[in-house]
C-alpha cells in the first residue's frame, strides 16, 4: 500500500518540478562605439542618418547598450548569475584607442550591468577587441588584466582567482549552487593574437584548464565553460578562429575529461551569430551542447571580397538545473533594428523558444543531437537555424547547398581536415567535386580578413 502511494504521488509530481531550475542571462558583443554620433569610426559605410539605437554598418551606440541592459532587467531581474563574452571595444583603429579609453567603456558597462542587477555576480570573460592593442592578449600579467582583475573582484569573489585573473586574464569560481565556471581567456589562441605565436601553452592556460577538470572530477563538481572565442570551426563562413595547434590542444584537452561527464556546456561569443554545436564521448554519444549567443552589436563585416550579413541585436535567457549545470531551454530576445528606430523605442521581443521552435524536449546533448539528424533530412530545419543564426532579419539570403553542408558539418566536426572531408563526403567525391581556383583564394582571403574582423 505504502508502495503504492509512493508511485502514485511521484507519478503526479512533473519531472520539472524535482529539478531545481535557475535562470541565467547571457549577453555577448556589446561592441561600444564612443563614436558613433561623430566620427563613426566602427561604421563600414557612409551613414548620413543614424538610428537612435545604431546602424547595421555600425557598433553600439551607448543607447543600444544601455537599453539592452535594462530590456534583460525587465524581462527577467531574478537570475542565478550573468554570463558576459566580452568584445566591449567597438571594432575601431588602436589610434583611436588606448588603454584608459578602453577601461572607461569596461566600467561604465560593468557599472550598468551592477545597477541593474545589484548582487547578481557576472562571470565575465575578456574578447579580443578588449585588449589594447586589439588582439594583443600578453602570456603573462598585463595592466589591463589587474585594472579589470580589480573591476571584476566583487563578481570573481574571490582572492585567490582575482589574482590569477590578473596573471592571463582566466579564472574558476563556484556558484552559490556548487557548480564550477571557468572563465577562459581564449583570445590567447586567436590567429590574431601575434604575442603567443611561438608558445605552446600561452599564460600555462592548458595546463591550468586540464588541472581544474581533473579536481572538478575529483570533488563531483559540474562544470559550465565559458570564454570569448569558440574553438572548432565558425560556420557557414568557415572559420577556425584558433590557430590550428591550439584548438587541437584545446580539443584534446576536453576530450581526455569527456567520458567524466564533468563539463555539462560551454557559452561562447566573438562569431556574431545565434548558433550551437554538440561534443561527443569517445564511443560517439553525446556528451555536452555548445552554445554561441547572438552579438548586441548589429555590426556588419565589410571586406573588398565580401560584406557580412545584418544582424539584430539579441540577448538570451537559459533555464538551466542549478544542481547539475545541464542546460534546460534558451529564450533568445531581440530587436527589429530598423523598426526600434522608427518608433524611436525598443521592442525586445521573444525571437525563439528552443524547444519549442524546434521541437525538441530540452537542451540536453542527446536532444540537440537528434536534432541534427533530423536537420540532415529536413531542410526547413536548417532555414531556420540560419534565419535565427542573423537574429530574424527579413529578406536575408537563402542558405545554399555549401551553406547547408557547411553547418551539419560543423555541428560535429571542429577540426578543419574532419570537417572537410564531412563536406565532401555531402557533396559527393573528394575528386569529381574540384572546387575552382578563385572559390579557394576568396575563401583564404575571407580567412585571412574575417581574422581581423570579430
Ligand atoms: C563613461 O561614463 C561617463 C559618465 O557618464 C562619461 O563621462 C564617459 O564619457 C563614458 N565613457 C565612454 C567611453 O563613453
Ligand atoms: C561571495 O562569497 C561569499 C563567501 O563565500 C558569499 O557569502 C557571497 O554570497 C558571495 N557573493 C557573491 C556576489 O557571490
Ligand atoms: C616567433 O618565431 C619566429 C621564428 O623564429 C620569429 O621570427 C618571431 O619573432 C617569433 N615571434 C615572437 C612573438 O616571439
Ligand atoms: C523620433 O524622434 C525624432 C527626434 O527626436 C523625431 O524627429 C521623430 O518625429 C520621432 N519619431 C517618432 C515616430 O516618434
Ligand atoms: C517554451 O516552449 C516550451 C515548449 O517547448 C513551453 O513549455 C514553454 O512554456 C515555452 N516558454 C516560453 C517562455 O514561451
Ligand atoms: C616576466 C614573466 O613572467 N615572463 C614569462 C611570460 O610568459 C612566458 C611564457 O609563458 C614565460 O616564459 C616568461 O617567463
Ligand atoms: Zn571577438
Ligand atoms: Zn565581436
Not at 579589470?148 to 585567490?160: A, L, P, V, Y
Not at 591550468?208 to 562544470?223: C, F, I, M, R, S
Not at 560556420?235 to 581526455?256: A, G, Y
Not at 527579413?394 to 572531408?421: H, V, W
Request: proline residues 6%; contains cysteine; negative net charge.
Amino acid at each position: 500500500m505504502k508502495l503504492m502511494v509512493v508511485l502514485m504521488c511521484m507519478t503526479a509530481i512533473p519531472v520539472n518540478s524535482l529539478q531545481n531550475i535557475g535562470w541565467i542571462w547571457h549577453v555577448t558583443d556589446f561592441h561600444y562605439d564612443f563614436s558613433y554620433w561623430s566620427d563613426q569610426f566602427s561604421c563600414n559605410n557612409e551613414v548620413t542618418s543614424p538610428g537612435i539605437y545604431g546602424d547595421y554598418w555600425c557598433d553600439s551606440p551607448w543607447l543600444l547598450i544601455k537599453d539592452s541592459i535594462e530590456s534583460m532587467k525587465e524581462i527577467r531581474p531574478d537570475v542565478d548569475f550573468l554570463i558576459w563574452t566580452g568584445d566591449n571595444i567597438g571594432h575601431i583603429h588602436d589610434e583611436h584607442l588606448s588603454i584608459d579609453q578602453n577601461m572607461d567603456t569596461f566600467r561604465n558597462i560593468t557599472n550598468e550591468l551592477k545597477r541593474q542587477f545589484p548582487n547578481i555576480p557576472t562571470y565575465a570573460t575578456l574578447g579580443n577587441h578588449d585588449y589594447y592593442p586589439s588582439d594583443q592578449f600578453s602570456p603573462n600579467t598585463s595592466e589591463i588584466y589587474q585594472r579589470i582583475g580589480e573591476m571584476w573582484k566583487d563578481w570573481i569573489n574571490d582572492t585567490e582567482q582575482v589574482e590569477q585573473f590578473k596573471n592571463g586574464g582566466f579564472y574558476s569560481v563556484k556558484t552559490k549552487y556548487g557548480l564550477r565556471i571557468l572563465g577562459l581567456n581564449t583570445n590567447l589562441y586567436y590567429t590574431s593574437n601575434k604575442v603567443t605565436t611561438n608558445l605552446t601553452d600561452p599564460a600555462g592556460q592548458f595546463a591550468w584548464l586540464d588541472q581544474q577538470l581533473t579536481t572538478a572530477k575529483t570533488n563531483n563538481e559540474k562544470v559550465i565553460i565559458t570564454a570569448h572565442i569558440p574553438p572548432g570551426i565558425h560556420t557557414p563562413s568557415n572559420v577556425l578562429w584558433f590557430r590550428s595547434n591550439f584548438n587541437e590542444r584545446f580539443l584534446n584537452i576536453i576530450k581526455s575529461h569527456v567520458n567524466d561527464d564533468t563539463i555539462k556546456v560551454a557559452y561562447y561569443g566573438h562569431n556574431h551569430a545565434d548558433g550551437f554545436k554538440i561534443v561527443y564521448k569517445t564511443d560517439g554519444t553525446p556528451a555536452f551542447p555548445v552554445f554561441n549567443g547572438p552579438s548586441v552589436t548589429p555590426w556588419r563585416y565589410k571586406i573588398p571580397v565580401a560584406t557580412g550579413p545584418p544582424h539584430n541585436p539579441g540577448i538570451r535567457l537559459i533555464s538551466y538545473d542549478r544542481t547539475t549545470g545541464q542546460p534546460i531551454n534558451i529564450l533568445t530576445y531581440y530587436i527589429n533594428l530598423p523598426e526600434s528606430n522608427a518608433n524611436n523605442k525598443t521592442d525586445w521581443k521573444l525571437e525563439y523558444n528552443f524547444t519549442h521552435a524546434y521541437g525538441i524536449d530540452d537542451v540536453t546533448a542527446p536532444s540537440i543531437h537528434k536534432l541534427t539528424e533530423r536537420m540532415v533530412k529536413d531542410r526547413s530545419l536548417v532555414d531556420m537555424y540560419y534565419k535565427y543564426k542573423d537574429v530574424s532579419v527579413t529578406n536575408s539570403p537563402a542558405c545554399d547547398d555549401n551553406c547547408r553542408n557547411s553547418i551539419l558539418c560543423g555541428f560535429s566536426k571542429s577540426k578543419m581536415d574532419e570537417f572537410n572531408s564531412c563536406k565532401d563526403s555531402y557533396t559527393g567525391s573528394a575528386n569529381t567535386v574540384l572546387k575552382p581556383a578563385p572559390v579557394i583564394i576568396t575563401t583564404s582571403m575571407c580567412l585571412m580578413y574575417f581574422m581581423h574582423m570579430k
